[in-house]
């Protein structure tokens, strides 16, 4: 699979989706819930083909995850769709992380659930303080919800659940890495030795 399709398949595991199915733009993931009806997940980026699947779309929460610039998909949506944040398509050949010092009041946990990989991070409390999955489709990880709470923050949690991670994913026979990253996590990532694939572009339908 290529990064696109690797990615739409472990997004929908780690968020317990169905897995996507084939449509003629690339593929199509039913998430049912009412401000969220499923994604469109495009293979590639064509103006005439993205134009008339916006055209097409004529109820509300329905995504369309284009992996192009901003500047290439906006011009081509009615005014009232949204846009989200600006994102990346981000890659990496998994290696094993350099150990780093012990951080003594907190420990990652590493727990299998079938084809995903849980990290948690906890406190010299118990309570949560950072925590991350990992999919694993055809060879790779994909990571997604890498996130720390607010208290913990600037303690370099989000490597530590990376590593966690990274170093369980690898173990499990995965050789290549997948994400999606927000622009404050892909500095982190870019640290972490991941590349960018593509810009993504993400909008939602209004409805009419």
Not at 50 to 73: C, H, K, M
Not at 159 to 166: Q, R
Request: hydrophobic share 45%; charged share 25%; net charge negative.
């Amino acid at each position: 699979m290529i990064p696109i399709e690797t990615w739409a398949f472990g997004y929908a595991l780690a968020r317990g989706y169905r897995p996507p199915e084939p449509v003629p733009v690339g593929l199509w993931m039913e998430v049912g819930k009412v401000e969220q009806r499923g994604r469109f997940v495009l293979r590639h980026f064509d103006l005439m083909m993205f134009g008339n699947l916006v055209r097409s779309i004529d109820t509300s929460g329905v995504y369309i995850e284009a992996f192009a610039p901003r500047e290439a998909v906006v011009p081509r949506l009615p005014e009232n769709w949204i846009v989200r944040e600006r994102a990346y398509l981000m890659v990496t050949e998994l290696t094993a992380p350099a150990t780093l010092p012990v951080t003594s009041s907190y420990e990652p946990v590493a727990i299998d659930e079938g084809a995903m990989i849980r990290v948690e991070v906890r406190d010299e409390h118990g309570d949560l303080a950072a925590s991350g999955c990992c999919a694993l489709v055809d060879g790779a990880g994909v990571f997604d919800q890498i996130l720390t709470q607010e208290a913990h923050r600037r303690r370099g949690l989000g490597t530590m659940v990376m590593n966690a991670l990274t170093r369980r994913a690898l173990e499990r026979g995965a050789r290549g890495g997948v994400l999606i990253a927000t622009p404050d996590g892909r500095a982190l990532y870019r640290t972490l030795g991941w590349s960018e694939w593509s810009e993504v572009t993400s909008v939602i339908s209004p409805g009419n």
